[in-house]
């Protein structure tokens, strides 16, 4: 029962990430940098600092409950954001030159093997034998998964016109996407390792007798904040560059407090798969194989979740009837592969 609502939860937390580009669609009269940047503030400083109080204790205070020098974890998680910001950035990109259903496939297909397996080897698990081939096996099927949607994008852009494509992806370019897609599943896997960098700060949470189901949330909000710097360097580098900074001044009120929400709720809804993947991990305890493809699990899950935007946003329209099967063989695939674990872990 307990594996089942830690599944319910970070379902929920996905569903949330994969909407989370929905409302950026409603923003007006802004540049890329400067939406970005704005939802930015929202989904990995405000809301993760929000999430960080709901773990300290009572009496206590936030710097308190990190324990900034402890092990140098805190550093280390800030460190790995830093890196997972340039994943964050280019990730951004993939939406913007292959489209939702693509772009957020390739990417989380990359980062989702090397955020699972690499935190596993830290641990010194065994990949090649009892609950660690279970783990590696797991992680290879949904790789297939991914690589078969992966594919039935490549189809779908075969099979498009070019005034479909453009139609459902603006700035469309399957080279340049393919390779920031590729980047930024690699860079984005280190979001999972500064989690696993911050185990000593979830063990001192729980000696203070925070509830098991915040104990992580401070960890996120350390890698939030590394990647945080990242995006905003860039950002603001890109407003300098293209003369933008008057995005945040020179629309109208309703206009501004328009972009401002949607910036608001789309940083709501990218926070709330973290926010569901460290609560959701606390259902865990009695399944350690399950618990190490968490990561993987969020990752299938946000795949799945963002193909099925992509086809209420039809981003696939215009393809054949075989290109259709061939995706929802995919997404059965990532599914089978969340189940996988639990009916071989021993």
């Not at 259903?101 to 989702?112: D, F, H, R, T």
């Not at 016109?161 to 453009?166: G, L, T």
């Not at 997404?331 to 639990?342: A, G, K, T």
């Amino acid at each position: 029962m307990n594996l089942l609502v830690a599944l319910i939860i970070i379902a929920i937390g996905s569903f949330g990430q994969s909407s989370s580009y929905v409302p950026i669609k409603k923003i007006k009269d802004w540049s890329w940098e400067s939406f970005w940047l704005v939802q930015g503030i929202f989904a990995w400083l405000v809301f993760p600092v929000l999430g960080s109080l709901l773990a300290v204790p009572e009496g206590g205070g936030l710097l308190d409950l990190l324990e900034l020098r402890k092990e140098g974890g805190a550093f280390k998680s800030i460190i790995f954001g830093v890196l997972w910001g340039v994943g964050g950035l280019t990730f951004g990109l993939s939406m913007r030159y292959l489209g939702i259903a693509l772009g957020q496939s390739l990417a989380l297909g990359a980062c989702s093997a090397f955020g699972t397996l690499i935190p596993a080897l830290q641990e010194g698990e065994n990949l090649l034998r009892g609950n660690g081939l279970i783990l590696l096996i797991a992680v290879c099927i949904s790789m297939v998964g991914i690589t078969i949607i992966g594919y039935a994008g490549s189809l779908r852009s075969k099979n498009m016109s070019e005034e479909d494509r453009r139609k459902a992806v603006k700035d469309f370019a399957l080279k340049k996407g393919l390779l920031i897609a590729l980047l930024s599943g690699v860079m984005s896997a280190c979001f999972a390792l500064g989690l696993n960098s911050g185990q000593a700060i979830r063990e001192a949470a729980l000696s203070k007798g925070v509830n098991a189901l915040f104990a992580g949330l401070p960890v996120v909000f350390l890698v939030t904040l590394g990647g945080f710097v990242t995006n905003a360097t860039y950002c603001l580098y890109q407003n300098a560059k293209n003369r933008t900074f008057k995005d945040y001044v020179s629309l109208p009120a309703n206009k501004w407090m328009n972009n401002l929400l949607f910036c608001a709720l789309a940083g709501l809804l990218w926070y709330s798969q973290f926010f569901g993947l460290e609560t959701g991990k606390s259902f865990m305890k009695s399944s350690p194989v399950l618990l190490a493809f968490s990561w993987c699990i969020l990752m299938s899950l946000d795949i799945l979740f963002s193909n099925v935007w992509g086809i209420l946003l039809k981003e696939w329209r215009g393809v054949g009837k075989t290109t259709v099967l061939i995706l929802v063989a995919g997404l059965l695939i990532l599914v089978f592969s969340i189940v996988f674990p639990q009916l071989f872990a021993r």
